[in-house]
């Protein structure tokens, strides 16, 4: 009964850092969660720190990243899985163009707040890529290093 007994459910989320790129880049953040047969849910919000000019679109996937689907305004809805495993990745795309000439590191931070089963339950345990319980402040940050500083372009 998953109103009186709360499954184990562990969600991993790892960020990385990845180089600055003119144009557009796709930033993603992993969940991996365990012991969950319901359909469950988590809250999300997003702290960035982007160039003026950047802008951002954020979608996820259940499928290994072969489709995904417009992130819903702080909610998003994962079906139930009879496995009890279900990866959801959610994709962050920074559209730079070339107002923005990244010449300082970026952040894009995920927090995840409210994960729950059908019943209702809280997870038990959130850990990060590096098996750190973060249950407490689930986040992860994603850093977008700068370009090298240039002083100049000088021939030969």
């Given amino acids: 009964n998953l109103d009186r007994c709360a499954p184990d459910i562990a969600i991993t989320a790892a960020g990385t850092a ?3 790129n003119y144009g557009t880049d796709n930033y993603l953040f992993k969940l991996n969660a365990s012991g969950v047969y319901t359909a469950w849910s988590f809250d999300y919000a997003f702290t960035k720190t982007i160039g003026a000019g ?3 679109t954020y979608q996820y996937s259940i499928d290994g ?3 995904y689907l417009p992130v ?3 909610t998003i809805n994962i079906p139930a899985n009879a496995s009890g495993n279900q990866v959801v990745l959610i994709k962050v795309t920074l559209a730079n163009g ?4 990244g010449v300082t ?3 894009i931070q995920l927090s995840l707040t409210n994960i ?3 019943g209702g339950n809280a997870v038990t345990k959130i850990t990060n890529n590096a098996g750190t ?3 407490a402040t689930p986040e992860q940050t994603q850093t977008i290093k700068a370009r090298p500083a240039t002083s100049g372009i000088q021939s030969n």
């Fill in 65 to 67: 990243g072969v489709t």
């Fill in 72 to 74: 819903t305004p702080t």
């Fill in 105 to 107: 590191a970026e952040t």
């Fill in 116 to 118: 729950k089963d059908a």
């Fill in 54 to 56: 950047v802008t951002d």
């Fill in 133 to 135: 319980d973060i249950t």
């Fill in 18 to 20: 990845i180089a600055y």
């Fill in 98 to 101: 070339t107002l923005f000439e």
